[in-house]
């Protein structure tokens, strides 16, 4: 049997993530979102993105900004678009993508993501 020539992912990442559980507040920025603000845990972050575990229906395209509440006591404030979702069992994992990200959060979430 032939084998295949290896491939590399298609998938590429502009920062490095890791996998954390740190709770996230949120609040929708459209003022006619269902859900107006609210909880999630965030399963993974990076400079760039995130994934939150949210039992809350969202909706790709709606813009929020969220607060992660990091290792160190510290709070990230980041805005973002959520760029996809997954159903899993009774939770949903929305993928998020951050707009803008100052400098001193960025700072604290590479923090957070070194392993």
């Known amino acids: ?9 298609s998938e ?12 996230t507040a949120f609040r929708f920025l459209d003022k006619n979102a269902p859900i107006k603000n609210g909880f999630a ?9 995130a994934l939150l575990e949210t039992p809350d229906q969202f909706e ?16 990230a404030k980041v805005g973002g678009i959520i ?3 997954n159903k899993r069992k009774e939770f949903y994992e929305v993928g998020i ?3 803008k990200v ?3 959060i960025k700072k604290w979430i590479e923090q957070q993501t070194e392993g």
């Open 12 to 23: 590429r990442r502009r920062a490095s993530r890791r996998n954390v559980r740190l709770l």
């Open 83 to 85: 760029t996809r979702i």
């Open 60 to 75: 790709v395209g709606q813009s929020l900004e969220m607060e992660f509440l990091l290792d160190d006591n510290r709070i």
């Open 102 to 104: 100052p400098a001193k």
């Open 97 to 99: 993508e951050f707009g």
């Open 1 to 9: 049997m032939p084998t295949l020539p290896k491939t590399k992912s």
């Open 41 to 49: 845990r965030a399963l993974s972050l990076s400079a760039a993105g």
